[in-house]
């Protein structure tokens, strides 16, 4: 080992809320960078011992193995009712659920709808990575125009299994939120940014402001059958210009 | 002697959950048991109860307002949500996962006329569901069927402590009838709400100590066995500590009148007609119907010439007192469906036709 | 001059040989090992000695199986 490895010279490592537990995401799974940088974001706030999570039924159902936090795993969609519930008994506390697009876009679309409503101060990760992962591949809601899936092996025809769900944009809308934005993690400088974003949205919880929103726009390589570079290139090439990068909505004078 | 007053069942129940010193109440309304949240959202101030500091949320479905109640019961608070049949359906899915994670909760169905939409009129139809688990798994919760205004009041405080003891999710099966009706009530002093809470709960990281999840998943067949087995036990020594029923003239009868909830206390009704027309008739009213009181059954049996099971539905806790009696003296049912209630002349009437006039 | 030099340093038993690191390295100082580990994933390693520190791998690591160290050499 070099001279440069030493204390004083340390610039990253995993943060300390972050178990050692090795993930279960396949190889290059955004899951895992998400985790990664909300765990930092919780170590960094030193609200490790404050806050409580919610898991989704999806792949990352087992995300309380990883996140070194007091978390409780709801039932398919529901992360929203179990978050309400949290934050209204525990109003001291921060709360997030953590729900990917078939958890969210889909089955959960009414508790989340509902919880942003009802302006729940709460924050919601929303992983979008187009496709259902656990189930092994098949159409989800945020699944592309012409992509194919298991269950739209010719591609999705909108006509008929309709449109791809810009949750982000339909929850803008309503009153009780203060913030949504997209981000994405698959380059250096979007790492950056979408670690910000979730810091922004728990102290716009802390002051009690809203609902908060923070879609990342993900990968899914297994499903996608493809290397995790090329999942990458395809959620910079075909996601994003879809689901666009940056702040849908802000609270007033932020 | 606790405060005297005169209330509607619906109203009671919403009562005794403040003075249970109940945390959050999670509910959506549906007849006929819509009372309770309005009378809580009564007492409440931007959605906390003025005296206790309570939550009350009228959530947009039952589905959520179950979800709610996993949700605030995992980080530990003592939470309670209400329905009736068709939204008891909804929360099945919930109340399995509640059941799965362990985790204590009170839920009271003040159930109508099924199946489907059915009927606001008051049923007893949901008793399969309610005991021999409405929803996926192998999964028990323990019900307590009233047949009174008091002991809707009397069996929150029952509920939450029996939930609370076992880790488990406990129901109040009432029906229309007790959920609309007026009485007479004693209520409990108001209790205080807890400031302590168990180390399971997941309510923010102990800084001494490792943090907590609450799930009712294991993806290991090997693992998730040895919680099934668990779980059984729990219910075995539920089934063994906590099983209640209630008699009536059990000494000199040859004959038994048995229902549930207000079921029983209409057999009640027909047992005084018919010791009047001079048959010796006794009554057993099983208080909790999970854990279900076989051994009073089995051994009521072997002394009589025969029971009568009166219920409002077709036939379902009279497969359980079936299985109690295991054929030792005859079991005959009679039912009204679709939110009828069979009055004690036609109990009677049965009671003639299927054991004094030699069967049907 | 001064110059800004890096090294990190890879928990390679926790690896999974996505690659994505050795894409987001500015300095191409990353590659993918010969030999696998216990999981049966070829690794990173830091090949070249060009490294700046800039902890862009460990930025995009899924794994968090980077840490990163830098020095300013006077």
Partial sequence: MSDIVCPENLVYKKPSTLKDAIMHYCPGCGHGVVHKLMMEVVEEMGIQNDIIGITPVGCSVFAYNYMDID????????????????????????????????????????????????????????????????????????????????????????????????????????????????????????VRKCKKALKTALEYQKQGLGYCMVEVVSNCPSNNKCTPLEANKFVEEQMLPFYKLGDIKVPEGK | MGEVKLMKGNEALAEAMIRAGADGYFGYPITPQSEVLEYLAKESD?????????????????????NMI??????????????????????????????????????ANVSRGGPGLGTIQPSQSDYFQSCKGGGHGDYHMIVLAPSSVQEMV????????????????????????????????????????????????????????????????????????????????????IAKNETLFETQNLDDAEYIFTGFGMGARICNKAMELARA????????????????????????????????????????MVEDVRLAVNGTCPVEFYGRMGGMIPSPEEIIEKFEEYFINGGK | MAKVVGEVVIDTERCKGCELCIAACPSKCLSLSNSINVHGFQYTVQSGDNCTGCASCALVCPDAVITVYRKVNK
């Avoid at chain 2, 005296?51 to 307002?65: D, F, H, P």
Wanted: net charge positive.
């Fill in chain 1, 71 to 190: 978390m409780e795993q709801a039932a398919h969609g529901r992360a929203c009712a179990l978050g309400t519930a949290v934050k209204r008994l525990y109003p001291e506390k921060y709360v997030f659920t953590y729900q990917g697009d078939g958890d969210l876009a889909a089955i959960g679309t009414c508790e989340t709808m509902h919880a942003a409503n009802r302006g729940e101060k709460m924050l919601t990760i929303f992983i979008n990575n187009g496709i259902y992962g656990m189930t092994s591949g098949q159409m989800a809601p945020t699944t592309l125009e012409g992509a194919k899936t298991t269950t739209s092996p010719y591609g999705r025809d909108v006509e008929t299994m309709g449109y791809p769900l810009r949750i982000s944009e339909l929850i803008a809308n309503l009153p009780g939120v203060a913030y949504v934005t997209r981000q994405a993690v698959n380059t250096p400088a979007n």
């Fill in chain 2, 46 to 66: 931007k959605c906390i109860i003025k005296r206790t500091g309570m939550v009350v949320l009228q959530a947009e479905s039952e589905v959520s307002a179950i």
């Fill in chain 2, 70 to 107: 996993y949700g605030g019961a995992a980080a530990g608070k003592r939470v309670m949500t209400t329905s009736s049949s068709p939204g008891m359906s909804l929360m099945q899915e919930g109340i399995s996962y509640i059941a799965g994670a362990e985790l204590p909760c009170l839920l």
């Fill in chain 2, 154 to 237: 009397d069996f929150v405080k029952l509920g939450f402590e029996l939930a609370e003891k076992y880790r488990t999710p406990a129901m109040i099966l009432a029906d229309g009838a007790i959920g609309q009706m007026m009485e007479k009530v004693e209520l409990f002093d108001q209790m205080p709400r807890r400031t302590e809470f168990p180390e399971w709960a997941a309510n923010g990281k102990p800084k001494d100590g490792p943090s907590r999840f609450v799930t009712s998943l294991n993806i290991k067949p090997e693992l998730m066995e040895i919680i099934n087995e668990r779980l059984q036990a729990k219910y075995k020594e």
């Fill in chain 2, 277 to 316: 027309k001079g048959y010796k008739v006794g009554t057993i009213r099983p208080k909790t119907i999970w854990p279900f009181p076989y051994d009073i059954y089995a051994n009521v049996a072997k002394k009589v010439k025969g029971i009568l099971d009166v219920e409002f539905n077709a036939g379902q």
